[in-house]
């Protein structure tokens, strides 16, 4: 079992930054890929970043270069900066974590609110 605690998430005004976190206990595999998963009311979850162990990046092409995915191996932490946040940004933000073995786990997300 692999444990995900996100932190970070915060309301913030359009145009404004944060970034969140996301640490990861348990069974960690030694090559995995962590991200970013998000769920808007309403809609189905979408991915908005992925980094592999060997940091290759992935983003969901509405990140237009505003969002910036890291991690820190040795904490089996991920982050996500996201600046010039948008209102439709606004969403719950899903830490994952999959092991090279393909088993995937999901954290209980943290709320992110963009006010125009």
């Known amino acids: 079992q692999v444990q995900l605690v996100e932190s970070g998430g915060v309301l913030v005004r359009a145009g404004g930054s944060l970034t969140l976190s996301c640490a990861a206990s348990?069974?960690?595999?030694?090559?995995?890929?962590m991200g970013w998963y998000r769920q808007a009311p309403g809609l189905q979850p979408e991915l908005v970043a992925l980094?592999?162990?060997?940091?290759?990046?992935s983003y969901a092409d509405f990140v237009e270069g505003r969002f910036t995915i890291s991690r820190d191996s040795a904490k089996n932490t991920v982050y996500l900066q996201m600046n010039d946040l948008k209102p439709e940004d606004t969403a719950v933000y899903y830490c994952?974590?999959?092991?090279?073995?393909?088993?995937?786990?999901w954290g209980q997300g943290t709320q992110v609110t963009v006010s125009s």
């Open positions: 980094i592999t162990f060997g940091n290759k990046i």
């Open positions: 994952y974590y999959r092991s090279r073995y393909g088993f995937r786990y």
């Open positions: 348990g069974n960690i595999a030694s090559i995995n890929t």
